[in-house]
């Protein structure tokens, strides 16, 4: 009997592991048109071995840090005590698979001229990232790349602070590195050796063919990019390209919209478009949850009373009344995070219609052709319809830009734009 076993390893964690503090951040992949093409063909991550990138250096103890073995360049067994270490290290290296994002700030022309020349780039996010290297059923790892070597110094030799540490000049990469470790044990650990058994820095052979170059991972790409699916990294883009144009397509449970920024003509940009919705007032929102009348709210420290629970809305009543003789302000607080939570939860869910998403997929494609080849558009700058009723029914729903955006400011943005080359 064939028994087959597989084991979902799941992310894991490794000394010194830095990650972003808004795990939503946006991250941005720089790929040519060919890497896309087979990205969206395979739907998979390509990891490079880490030996094989341009930067020779990728993976190694940076130079600072050798300092720290305590061992004398001049002196003739600590020399090759030292090329021995380097030596080993440089075909360890060779079991680290790795995949580089950039942690979004702003567009650079270097990035581009760097990793995307002529090719584009993908937009996901640290948290969805971190989630498909989660289902990959390797030892899989994520952080972000650490520049220069001071968090190092004085610490123990460790294999994952080299791979996830760069040299100072690299710091405008502000590399997000997704990496799996696959080590080969017949990959040999001696090749720094030569004949005569002096010892080398580097490996002299590159390891057996068996030891690939690369590992495809499979991840869900519809989950992993996310385009530009939320309000702030829409700002995000718009504040840092002001491009010529930019087109964009939105969801909600059935309604499903495309809309179009062109630059520098009066229609409303991204940031007009889309604004976070207002609040309510505070103390509306805290009556609501705890069934306290605003008066009451304004006393924080007084208690619950059998008179509050008598003015409660009724279904109110009961959970006030298990409440009495707290403070009104300890049960607000309560209801406020029970609140939260809740909505918190609702917000989790919402389903993505795969025929709402796909056709409006097919609406910015279509204005993007439109663009592209010079044609007319109705979109001033938006057109909206709902699934259920079908776009026959649907709304052009013209908008100018808005007095209060920073899309106001030409001048400023003009300069930006010629920054860029535009
Ligand atoms: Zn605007």
């Known amino acids: 009997m064939k028994q087959l076993v597989f084991s979902i390893v799941g992310i894991e964690t490794y000394p010194d592991q830095l990650e972003p503090a808004n795990q939503d951040a946006a991250i941005w992949r720089f790929i040519n048109m060919a890497k896309f093409r087979d990205l969206m063909g395979t739907s998979e991550l390509y990891f490079c071995r880490a030996d094989l990138f341009p930067d020779e250096r990728e993976g190694l103890p940076p130079e600072q840090y050798l300092a720290t073995f305590g ?8 020399r090759r005590e030292l090329l021995n270490h380097l030596g080993s290290d440089a075909q360890f290296r060779e079991g680290f698979y790795v995949n580089c994002w950039y942690l979004f700030r702003e567009e650079t022309l270097q990035m581009w001229k760097e990793y995307g020349n002529e090719g584009v780039a993908i937009i996901s996010s640290y948290q969805l990232l971190k989630s498909a290297l989660n289902t990959i059923p390797d030892r899989a790892y994520i952080g972000l790349v650490r520049y220069g070597a001071k968090h190092m110094i004085g610490k123990r030799v460790n294999l994952f602070r080299y791979i996830t540490t760069k040299r100072i000049k690299y710091a405008h990469e502000r590399e997000v590195r997704g990496f799996l470790l696959i080590p080969d044990p017949h990959a040999g650990i001696n090749r720094h050796y030569d004949a005569d058994n002096r010892v080398h820095p580097l490996p002299l052979t590159p390891p057996p063919p068996h ?11 519809q989950a992993l990019l996310n385009g530009l699916d939320n309000i702030d990294v829409r700002h995000e883009v718009q504040r840092a390209l002001w491009p010529d144009i930019v087109i964009d397509g939105a969801i909600g449970d059935f309604m499903c919209q495309v809309s179009r920024h062109p630059w520098p003509d009066d229609i409303a940009c991204l940031i007009c478009l889309f604004q976070r919705p207002a609040g309510r007032p505070a103390e509306e929102m805290q009556s609501d949850a705890t069934g306290l009348s605003k008066d009451r709210l304004l006393e924080p420290e007084s208690l ?4 509050d629970v008598d003015a409660a809305p009724r279904e109110k009543q009961q959970e006030l009344r298990s409440r009495i003789g707290q403070a009104v302000c300890s049960v607000v607080q309560e209801a406020m995070a029970q609140t939260i939570s809740l909505e918190q939860q609702e ?8 025929f709402v998403a796909c056709f409006s997929a097919c609406m910015v494609l279509t204005e993007a052709l439109a663009y592209l080849c010079g044609w007319d558009t ?5 057109f909206q319809f709902d699934f259920l009723r079908g776009p026959a029914f649907g709304l052009e729903l013209p908008q100018a830009r808005s007095e209060n955006c920073i899309c106001g400011r030409r001048k400023n943005i003009d300069r930006i734009r010629a920054k860029r080359g535009l």
């Open 71 to 78: 061992l004398h360049p001049l002196d003739v067994n600590d």
């Open 211 to 221: 030891v690939l170059k690369g590992h495809r991972r499979k991840v869900d790409l």
């Open 304 to 307: 619950i009373t059998e008179a």
């Open 347 to 354: 917000k989790g869910f919402e389903p993505s219609v795969p």
């Open 378 to 382: 109705k979109l001033e700058p938006r």
